[in-house]
Structures are given as structure tokens and as C-alpha cells.
């Protein structure tokens, strides 16, 4: 559990880092009480990082393998890159639970049981011949074995709840034993609970007693010996919050709309993870933010993009297979040549693939899954907090360039959680946008030309339809350069092609920054959007073997920094980790013509840092020899 420094605080064990797991059907609100605890983690001061685990089904059924749902939340007193390899403190609801998950939990690690769903059928339904409390099968873990539900209950028992009702309070039970263990506050969580059933004020007080009865519970009782302290971690100064990437997604919508002036129209169509940035937006009408849920995808993008061709900064969220359903209309966009951003929140596939796990597997769809010469700028964030700036980036590009941006984010990074450093708004970029308001012809003939370009970005104008004088066609045929009327010249398209390649190629981004501390590494690891986590924490696991290692991580997958090829030759060995089967190193590859090594997963789970350290060592050892 964590390391720590041997002095004790008021009976407390001091610890710099601890990952706890809550794992229970997908009825027994494990993400509520990972992410209380998670919420009361952040306001301590503690940096932090969360991996919630949901069924890919609906309604699976209870008690069994399918249906278990966990929360993973790694909390420490120094700055930390993932959510955790291994937890070390795993809190089991039912013997599903404990199937699913024991065999992460290290020797010696602490096991909480709710020992009441141990029961015969429960036992037989994951597949237990016996009772692993009993036969030994746990020796080499730290259990304590609490009966959760019946404790709940008597807790509950002046209420008037029923047994039912009372039960489903259990979760609050656990969360307020955890809370006890590692000193966490409790009158955040009470006042939620509070506000969260305020119509249903006999439900909040019954959570809130379950609560302190969990709380109470690890006072009183001699199971729990120790209890542990995780100090505030030293971040930089400012104001914090904890956040999702989802919801950092959607504050940067709506910074995007307000920086830029502009109205922002969300076109989409719920699709799991993608459907709580809606949820969000929804809530923002007063930044002048539109939320449209369409009748399926491809009206969701088709209203997005007829919202920017009447000047609002038209959005669409989706996922892969949504994105799909899409690209005909992105297609269209790249022909208008109209802003619009594409979000999309990577799930496993192919088809419905698995809903609630995570992926890479959409960076090709993103770059070239749209008929004929289609290019759109491709970028990821590399973290929940960073989808706030990565999703500002992408309203750059598409407000100056005139062009679909699509942005890749994934699960892990969807429902995880991080401090975020809450900006300074006068800080963030200004993306404001002229609209034409003259006839630009340059043959002097007093028309409006919408394909005229800037000579710098190579965008065309973008007029608001119903300007006086200012009448135009644009539409899926092929235009004629300049006046845009439909042309069919070979020549022509040629040129149109070119040139909106020629745009796209243009899009200025940053360098890419190499993490490299003593200048002497042989070997680079490269990684995109959530594989930075486990790559940052991995290098600083090798170095700390005292082996060089480099890092660099991209935000921009097209077009791509321009210094990126001096970078790879710079290296001996260039290892790419992907959630896919090696798409960017294959495009690196066919680009740079470096001897790009994959490193993939495709397992629905990000990367460990433990198994990425054990590749990187091998490369490094086999680089030295």
C-alpha cells in the first residue's frame, strides 16, 4: 500500500500513495462511492487519478461475472500519472466482486468483504465450489470480513425503511469504513447526500446514517488496528477542482463558444461514453449554448454543420460507431469548408464492440474513413483535464482554417478524473472570427465569392446566409475555384483537392517536446492521447533504475509537428504504445520511414505502468548490449 516513511500521527500511518478498488453489481452504486470518496479525496488536496469500470451491459444480471462494476481511485501526496496498476486496498460487495477483481490485489494487500452476499447461490453462480472465506483461498491477503447489509440495516432500523430499501444503503456504509481508514472529511459527503435526495429527504437522512454507521463502525470495532494518512500533495498554486474528461470536454465547448463569440450548437445523438458531454452542455443554455439530440447520428452532425453555415460553432460527440454513421457529412464539411468539431469518445469495436471499455482503435477512421481526398485535422488530449485545452486547440484550427476538426478522446479518459487548475478566462486564447461582410470578387464585378481564399491559411471567407449582397452556393458537388459555382472541369478538381489538402498540411501546431532529463537516452517511447498516463509513470519507474529513457507524447496526429521526424531519427529505438493493433506506428512508419516498434493492447483497459516498464527495460537492455 503505497510507501511509507515509518512515523505514525495521532495512531495514523503515514502513506504517500494508496489505490483503492470498489467492486459490487452494477446496482450497488460502486461510481457513486468511488466518486464521493474520490470528491472528498480532491478537497483534502491530494492529486489524483480514477479508473471506473462498467458493465457493457445494460442490465446484466446480478450477482454474475458480467454485472460487476468497480471504481479505481489512486490518491497520492505527490503529482501521479494513472489511475493505478494494482489496487491495494480492494472492497468486495459479493463473491462476483471478489472473483473479478482478487487476482489484481498484491500478497498482503487489505481485502474488505461484505460477508452477507456469500451466500450458497451466490457462491455457485461465479463458479465457487466453497466459501474462499473459509477455505483458506484468502490466507495470503489482509481480510476483514464485515457484514455490510446486516449492519446497514440495524443501522436503519428506526427509519421505516423497508429491508430492501435499507440494504441499498450499504454503499454508504462502506464508503463512511473507508472514509474512517484513510482520514478523509465527511461533512462533504453528508451535504451531498443531503442535496443529491432532497426530494427524498427520509432516503438522504437513511444514506447519511449509513454513513456514520460505516464511519462508526471502523472506530469502534478492534478489525481495523491502523489507520493511514495520505497528505495534501504540492501542485501549483491556484484554485482546483476535480474533473472528468467529459465534463472538461464540455467546459471547453462552452469556453470555445464564449472566446470566439460565437453561438454553439450541439448536433449529436446519444452513444455511450460519449453521452454525458450533452448531458453537460445541456445545462449551459445561459453561455448561449443549443443542445439538439437528433433522431439518430447523421442528423445529429447534419444540424451541427448547417449551424456553422449559419455562423454558430457547430458541434457533434459520437462514438466509433457513430463517427462512422457521420462521415458523409463530414465529408460535406470538408467541401463547404465550414468549422465544425467532431468529438469522439473511443469505445471498443467493431459494431457495438464493447460500450463501456476503452480504445485507440478510431485513428485511421478519424484521419481516412470518408470517400475520396477528404483531410480534417486529427487531434488528443492526453488526459481528463486536458480535453479542456485540447478541445480550445481544435476550435483554433477550425475557426481559422475553416475545416472539420475531429478530436479523439477515449473512455479512460471520458469517465476518469483529475485535479484540474481551474484558467485564468482572460488567459485563454482568443478565438474570435471575422465574418465577411463586403463582395470580394477580384475580377471587380461586385459578387461574393465563397472560395476565395486568405493566402496564409488558405481559409475562405465564411459568410452568414441573408447578408445583403453577400448570396452564395456552396454544397456536396465539386465547386469551381473562386466563384465556388458547380464545376466539372478534371483541372478544377485537381486543383480544389490540392488545395484543401494544401490547407489541412498548413494547419501551424506547436513542436513536439521531448522529456528526455539527462540527454543520454537511446531509446524514445511516443504515445497519443490516454496511453500518456502509463508511459510517464513507466519512464519514471525505468529511470529510476537508473536507465535513460526519452518521452514525447503527440496532441497533433494531423497534420503532425513538423520537427517529429528529426525527433524519431534521433533515437536508436522508437517503441509507439497503442490501444489498437499499431495504427500510428504504421503511419509513422510509412511517413518517417523509421523502424517504428508497436507495443499494443486491445483488452477494453488502458495500459499498466508495470507492464510498459517491463517492455521498456527490455528495449533499453537490448539497445545497451
Not at 29 to 45: K, N, P, V
Not at 267 to 291: C, M, W
Not at 337 to 348: S, T
Request: some cysteine.
Amino acid at each position: 500500500m503505497g510507501t511509507t516513511n515509518g512515523h505514525r500521527a495521532n495512531g495514523a500511518q503515514k502513506l504517500n500513495r494508496v489505490v483503492i478498488r470498489f467492486a459490487g453489481d452494477s446496482g450497488d452504486g460502486m461510481q457513486l462511492t468511488g466518486d464521493r470518496f474520490t470528491s472528498e479525496a480532491a478537497a483534502f488536496g491530494n492529486d489524483l487519478a480514477t479508473l471506473p469500470n462498467f458493465p457493457a451491459e445494460i442490465r446484466a444480471p446480478a450477482g454474475t461475472l458480467p454485472g460487476v462494476s468497480s471504481f479505481q481511485l489512486h490518491f497520492a501526496d505527490y503529482d501521479i500519472l494513472t489511475p493505478g496498476d494494482r489496487p491495494d486496498v480492494l472492497v468486495a460487495m459479493n463473491p462476483a466482486a471478489l472473483k473479478a477483481n482478487i487476482g489484481d490485489l498484491p500478497h498482503g494487500g487489505i481485502l474488505i468483504v461484505n460477508t452477507d452476499e456469500f451466500t450458497k447461490r451466490n457462491l455457485a453462480k461465479v463458479g465457487y465450489d466453497s466459501n474462499p472465506l473459509e477455505n483458506g483461498e484468502l490466507e495470503r491477503y489482509s481480510v476483514h470480513k464485515v457484514a455490510m447489509a446486516t449492519l446497514t440495516q440495524g443501522a436503519l432500523e428506526g427509519t421505516g425503511l423497508g429491508k430492501k430499501d435499507a440494504e441499498r444503503c450499504k454503499n454508504m456504509f462502506a464508503l463512511g469504513l473507508l472514509s474512517w481508514m484513510y482520514h478523509r472529511p465527511t461533512e462533504g459527503t453528508e451535504r451531498f447526500l443531503r442535496e443529491k435526495f432532497a426530494r427524498k429527504p427520509e432516503i438522504a437522512e437513511a444514506n447519511v446514517l449509513a454513513f456514520r454507521a460505516g464511519w462508526n463502525y471502523g472506530e469502534t470495532t478492534e478489525s481495523f488496528a491502523v489507520t493511514y494518512e495520505v497528505a495534501p500533495a504540492k501542485l501549483p498554486t491556484g484554485t482546483y477542482r476535480q474533473i472528468t474528461g467529459n465534463t472538461a470536454l464540455a467546459y471547453g465547448i462552452v469556453a470555445a463558444g464564449q472566446r470566439s463569440g460565437l453561438p454553439v450548437f450541439l448536433g449529436t445523438y446519444p452513444i455511450t461514453p460519449a453521452s454525458d458531454v450533452l448531458h453537460e452542455l445541456a445545462k449551459h443554455k445561459n453561455f448561449g449554448v443549443t443542445t439538439f439530440q437528433a433522431e439518430d447520428e447523421i442528423a445529429g452532425v447534419g444540424a451541427a454543420l448547417g449551424a456553422s453555415f449559419g455562423g454558430a460553432l457547430g458541434v457533434t460527440t459520437t462514438s466509433g460507431p457513430g463517427l462512422a454513421l457521420k462521415s458523409e457529412t463530414i465529408g460535406l464539411a470538408v467541401a463547404l469548408e465550414l468549422p465544425l468539431l467532431v468529438c469522439d469518445i473511443q469505445r471498443g469495436g467493431p459494431s457495438t464492440g464493447l460500450p463501456t471499455k476503452t480504445e485507440q482503435a478510431d485513428l485511421l477512421q478519424a484521419l481516412y474513413g470518408r470517400n475520396g481526398e477528404s483531410p480534417v485535422p486529427v487531434v488528443a488530449p492526453r488526459s481528463p483535464a486536458d480535453c479542456f485545452d485540447t478541445v480550445l486547440e481544435a476550435a483554433r484550427i477550425a475557426l481559422t482554417y475553416r475545416t472539420p476538426v475531429v478530436l479523439l478522446s477515449d473512455g479512460a479518459i471520458a469517465n476518469g478524473s483529475e485535479p484540474w487548475l481551474i484558467p485564468d478566462v482572460d488567459q485563454l486564447p482568443d478565438l474570435s472570427v471575422r465574418f465577411a461582410t463586403e463582395p470580394n470578387a477580384p475580377d471587380g464585378s461586385g459578387e461574393f465569392w465563397p472560395y476565395v481564399r486568405d493566402p496564409e491559411t488558405l481559409a475562405r471567407e465564411w459568410a452568414i446566409p441573408g447578408t445583403p449582397g453577400l448570396e452564395h452556393r456552396v454544397g456536396g458537388l465539386e465547386k469551381a475555384d473562386g466563384k465556388g459555382n458547380i464545376s466539372y472541369d478534371p483541372d478544377n478538381h485537381d486543383k480544389m483537392v490540392r488545395l484543401r489538402q494544401a490547407k489541412v498540411d498548413g494547419v501551424r501546431v506547436p513542436d513536439i517536446q521531448v522529456d528526455d532529463p539527462d540527454g543520454r537516452a537511446r531509446v524514445l517511447v511516443l504515445g497519443w492521447g490516454s496511453s500518456y498516463g502509463p508511459i510517464g509513470a513507466a519512464c519514471r519507474r525505468v529511470r529510476s533504475r537508473g536507465m535513460s529513457i526519452a518521452q514525447a507524447h503527440l496532441r497533433h496526429l494531423n497534420p503532425m509537428p513538423a520537427n517529429l521526424g528529426d525527433v524519431l531519427r534521433r533515437y536508436d529505438k522508437v517503441i509507439v504504445p497503442e490501444m489498437n493493433l499499431g495504427q500510428l506506428a504504421m503511419l509513422l512508419r510509412a511517413r518517417y520511414l523509421v523502424d517504428v516498434q508497436s507495443y499494443t493492447k486491445v483488452a477494453g483497459l488502458p495500459f499498466r505502468a508495470e507492464e510498459l516498464q517491463n517492455v521498456l527495460i527490455d528495449v533499453v537492455q537490448g539497445v545497451s548490449a
